[in-house]
């Protein structure tokens, strides 16, 4: 089966344009932000000129709706004890699905946020609770996902029994419209050693995939600054981290690596092409030939 990959394109000019830059870059996938991340976007719709231009970017480009995911704001901490901070999360992340499934592409991930006041089971029911708000407030079609993170403080979605938490906690009638996705730099940051040996990675997988009922629905392709249980954010390119080369072939060697969104958020050579510039950013050209060459 194939594998779909593809990055996080810069959208100077637009999200339009991001789609077009993967298209040029040869990829069959594609995320994307669809309002600006580091605020709430609780109020943020799309307007329907923007819908049409990115449908047909997407047409042009040859990627697939379904292939596109949107990365949510980094800010919604549906996760808080704090009900004033819930409710704005939840909003924001109800606006997320909804301006999503306005451009009809195939999900929306999101870090579930922290667990403050310390209880991680409390904290569970309250990340699915705000997915739950989302899904009953949006017709079906595009999915959410729950990121695993990097671990740092309180942050859930470190373990497999925490994204399993979250999922278990959602009401049965929206299950199948949720589901997760693994960051490879977070896996490695919040302890999960994928760098031994393709038994050692694949029973890493094998445990999410106990835990959540299902195989996750997308990978983030990043090598990590930061080593091992270091609990750091930090994307370097595919080689050039911890990490290394050889795990991301045994990944891309995995059943599970499948059918797919496999997205990379590595660094680029350059974060502000001009806005009609379609060119795709070298760095990820580069990546996106060594994951082929990893993959066949
Ligand atoms: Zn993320
Ligand atoms: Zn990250």
Same mark, same amino acid.
């Given at each position: 089966?194939?594998? %779909?990959?593809?990055?996080?394109?810069?959208?100077?000019?637009?999200?339009?344009?991001?789609?077009?830059?993967?298209?040029?870059?040869?990829?069959?996938?594609?995320?994307?932000?669809?309002?600006?991340?580091?605020?709430?976007? $609780? &109020?943020?719709?799309?307007?329907?000129?923007? /819908?049409?231009?990115?449908?047909?970017?997407?047409?042009?480009?040859?990627?697939?709706?379904?292939?596109? /995911?949107?990365?949510?704001?980094? /800010?919604?901490?549906?996760?808080?004890?704090?009900? @004033? &901070?819930?409710?704005?999360?939840?909003?924001?992340?109800? &606006?997320? %699905?909804?301006?999503?499934?306005?451009?009809?592409?195939?999900?929306?991930?999101?870090?579930?946020?922290?667990?403050?006041?310390?209880?991680?089971?409390?904290?569970?029911?309250? @990340?699915?609770?705000?997915?739950?708000?989302?899904? $009953?407030? /949006?017709?079906?079609?595009?999915?959410?996902?729950?990121?695993?993170?990097?671990?740092?403080?309180?942050?859930?979605?470190?373990?497999?029994?925490?994204?399993?938490?979250?999922?278990?906690?959602?009401?049965?009638?929206?299950?199948?419209?949720?589901?997760?996705?693994?960051?490879?730099?977070?896996?490695?940051?919040?302890?999960?050693?994928?760098?031994?040996?393709p038994?050692?990675l694949?029973?890493?997988?094998?445990?999410?995939?106990?835990?959540?009922?299902?195989?996750?629905?997308?990978?983030? %392709?990043? $090598?990590?600054?930061?080593?091992?249980?270091?609990?750091?954010?930090?994307?370097?390119?595919?080689?050039?981290?911890?990490?290394?080369?050889?795990p991301?072939r045994w990944l891309?060697q $995995?059943?599970?690596?499948?059918?797919?969104?496999?997205?990379?958020?590595?660094?680029?050579?350059?974060?502000?092409?001009?806005?009609?510039?379609?060119?795709?950013?070298?760095?990820?050209?580069?990546? @996106?030939?060594?994951?082929?060459?990893?993959?066949?």
């Open positions: 089966m194939t594998r %779909l990959i593809g990055a996080h394109t810069v959208d100077a000019g637009g999200i339009h344009m991001a789609a077009l830059r993967a298209g040029r870059g040869g990829m069959d996938a594609l995320q994307i932000f669809t309002a600006i991340p580091k605020y709430y976007g $609780d &109020k943020a719709s799309i307007r329907p000129e923007r /819908v049409v231009r990115f449908r047909a970017a997407l047409n042009d480009a040859g990627i697939a709706a379904a292939n596109v /995911v949107a990365h949510a704001a980094y /800010v919604l901490n549906t996760a808080t004890d704090d009900e @004033v &901070k819930w409710q704005r999360a939840a909003a924001g992340l109800r &606006k997320e %699905l909804e301006r999503s499934s306005t451009l009809g592409i195939g999900a929306v991930c999101f870090h579930p946020g922290a667990a403050t006041g310390g209880d991680r089971d409390s904290a569970a029911e309250r @990340v699915a609770k705000a997915m739950a708000g989302a899904l $009953d407030a /949006v017709a079906a079609g595009t999915r959410l996902l729950v990121e695993n993170t990097a671990g740092a403080g309180m942050t859930m979605g470190r373990t497999p029994a925490e994204v399993g938490a979250i999922l278990a906690a959602l009401p049965r009638r929206l299950r199948a419209r949720a589901g997760y996705g693994l960051d490879t730099c977070h896996l490695f940051a919040a302890g999960h050693d994928l760098t031994g040996s038994a050692a694949e029973r890493i997988l094998d445990g999410f995939e106990t835990a959540a009922g299902e195989p996750p629905s997308f990978f983030h %392709l990043n $090598d990590s600054e930061g080593p091992l249980g270091s609990n750091k954010d930090r994307h370097v390119l595919i080689g050039e981290g911890k990490i290394g080369t050889e991301f891309l $995995d059943r599970r690596t499948a059918g797919i969104p496999l997205i990379l958020e590595t660094p680029q050579e350059s974060y502000e092409p001009a806005g009609d510039d379609p060119s795709p950013d070298p760095y990820d050209v580069r990546m @996106v030939k060594l994951l082929r060459s990893l993959a066949a």
